[in-house]
Nanobody, 124 residues
């Protein structure tokens, strides 16, 4: 089992920045690729970003590319999501997830463990 706890969400004005963190415990963190997803009210959950085990490979949704950076610190068992130039449409609950799969995935069924989520609200 891997337990994931997100933090860092909050209320921010459009154009602002936030850094989300996801702390992992349980099994060896560096054995998992990590991803961030989000779910806005009334919408389906969508992929945001993913990072491989070593941190050397990343993937981003087109909607956030250039504004968001995913990173990880395996010594701290933590994955981060730095979000800049936030827009009201970024408002959502953000979830981190861990995948034991080989590749970076954009679909939720490839992820084995999920956090509870952290709310991000961007005001216009």
């Amino acid at each position: 089992q891997v337990q994931l706890v997100e933090s860092g969400g909050g209320l921010v004005q459009a154009g602002g920045s936030l850094r989300l963190s996801c702390a992992a415990s349980g099994r060896t963190f560096s054995n998992y690729n990590m991803g961030w997803f989000r779910q806005a009210p009334g919408k389906e959950q969508e992929f945001v970003a993913a990072i491989n085990r070593s941190g050397g490979s990343t993937d981003y949704a087109d909607s956030v590319k250039g504004r968001v950076t995913i990173s990880r610190d395996n010594a701290k068992n933590t994955v981060y999501l730095q979000m800049n130039t936030l827009k009201p449409e970024d408002t959502a609950v953000y979830y981190c997830a861990a995948s034991s799969g080989t590749f970076l995935y954009r679909v939720r069924y490839r992820y084995d463990y999920w956090g509870q989520g952290t709310q991000v609200t961007v005001s216009s």
